[in-house]
């Protein structure tokens, strides 16, 4: 089992900067992805970034050259550097990791992030 614990979220003004941390326990292998999805009241849960182990990045079109996805592989933790957010960013923040040796998928119990305009 993988434990995520979430930190960092907030309310922040538009144009306003938060730092999300997800930090990993458990089986959690070295060879994983670890991303940070977002799901806002009446959508559906969406990516926002991911990060592989390798450094293999990937990012939301929504959210490219103003949030910043990194990780830590010593610590097992990842992070989300959220500059320049806006309204539309606002929704509760999920940590995903899936294992590659078996792909499983963990989640971890999500951080609100409101910002006002």
């Known amino acids: 089992q993988v434990q995520l614990v979430e930190s960092g979220g907030g309310l922040v003004q538009a144009g306003g900067s938060l730092r999300l941390s997800c930090a990993a326990s458990?089986?959690?292998?070295?060879?994983?992805?670890m991303g940070w999805y977002r799901q806002a009241p009446g959508k559906e849960r969406e990516l926002v970034a991911k990060?592989?182990?390798?450094?293999?990045?990937n990012y939301a079109d929504s959210v490219k050259g103003r949030f910043t996805i990194s990780r830590d592989n010593g610590k097992n933790t990842a992070y989300l550097q959220m500059n320049s957010l806006r309204p539309e960013d606002s929704a509760v923040y999920y940590c995903?990791?899936?294992?590659?040796?078996?792909?499983?998928?963990?989640w971890g119990q999500g951080t609100q992030v409101t910002v006002s305009s």
């Open positions: 990060v592989s182990s390798g450094g293999r990045i």
């Open positions: 458990g089986r959690i292998f070295s060879s994983n992805i």
């Open positions: 995903n990791v899936i294992i590659y040796a078996d792909y499983s998928t963990y």
